[in-house]
């Protein structure tokens, strides 16, 4: 990529196939590498389908997003799937091992990488713990692992991709406050010259981002740091007080 993780959503409007209303409307921000933006919105503000829109699960109906300063459609899927990780909203394994799970985007990472990814996703410790540690057996699904686990080993493997750009759908909300602080610490180094893009239920997650979006119905409703939106924001101090 060009300038890797630059993401910049330009004018981006998206309606669901079928449905008459549109669930984004007019959405416009840019993603630095280095820097953190935070979305946050009720329920059905429609934060999960703007993250969707980033590896093309959907295509925009109106507008453009670039990456790096290429519109999507340019990048090519192979491209765009090298150099993006998803932690999804509903984090999924696959039957086989953790070490496999982990290789899905890493397939070359060594080991020592894997667990230098779990450590940082605070999820080596469970890890080691299970017979067979890397090779311990993940049923289909990853029901023999708690949804907290599940989450964090989702988020080990988005970091052994090693990717430009960082997509963590609610990812942090299974976790208890002290874990999720832990891991956001811990996740500034390796994330450092990444785009990375936070979708948030808690505020405390993301006081810290470089910028935080508050969705409202498809849209941005305000934008700032955290102290400005508090300043700025009736939407944004409801979600504070909520
Ligand atoms: N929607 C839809 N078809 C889908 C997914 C979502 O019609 N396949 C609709 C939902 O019903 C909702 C809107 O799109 O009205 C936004 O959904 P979503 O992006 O999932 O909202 P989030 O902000 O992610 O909600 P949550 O906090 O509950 O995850
Ligand atoms: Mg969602």
Redesign the pocket.
């Known amino acids: 990529l060009p300038t890797p993780g630059t993401v910049e959503f330009k004018n981006v409007s998206f309606g669901?196939p079928g449905?008459e209303a549109p669930?984004l409307n007019d959405i416009s921000f840019t993603a630095k590498p280095g820097q953190t933006t935070a979305i946050i919105?009720?329920?059905?503000?429609?934060?999960?389908?703007?993250l969707n829109l980033i590896p093309r699960l959907y295509d925009a109906t109106e507008g453009e997003i670039l990456i790096g300063g290429v519109p999507l459609a340019e990048l090519g899927r192979d491209t765009i799937s090298r150099n993006i990780s998803a932690v999804p909203?509903r984090p999924y394994l696959f039957s086989g091992t953790i070490g496999s799970n982990l290789r899905f985007g890493a397939q070359n990472a060594t080991e020592e990488e894997l667990w230098e990814a779990l450590k940082v996703a605070q999820a080596d410790g469970f890890v080691a713990e299970r017979e067979g540690q890397l090779d311990s057996k993940i049923s289909q699904g990853g029901t023999n692992v708690s949804g907290g686990q599940r989450q964090r080993l989702c988020i080990a493997r988005a970091l052994a991709a090693k990717p430009s750009t960082y997509l963590f759908d609610?990812s942090f909300s299974a976790l208890d406050v002290n874990t999720d602080a832990r891991l956001r610490a811990a996740l500034a180094e390796p994330t450092k010259d990444a785009a990375v893009i936070i979708?948030a239920?808690r505020v405390s997650t993301i006081t810290g981002a470089d910028q935080i979006l508050v969705?409202d119905h498809?849209e941005i409703v305000a934008r700032g740091t955290h102290e400005q939106l508090l300043e700025t924001s009736e939407t944004y101090q409801e979600i504070v007080a909520s």
Request: proline residues 0%.
């Open positions: 669901y449905a669930v919105g009720s329920t059905g503000a429609g934060k999960t389908t703007l909203q609610d979708v239920q969705l498809g």
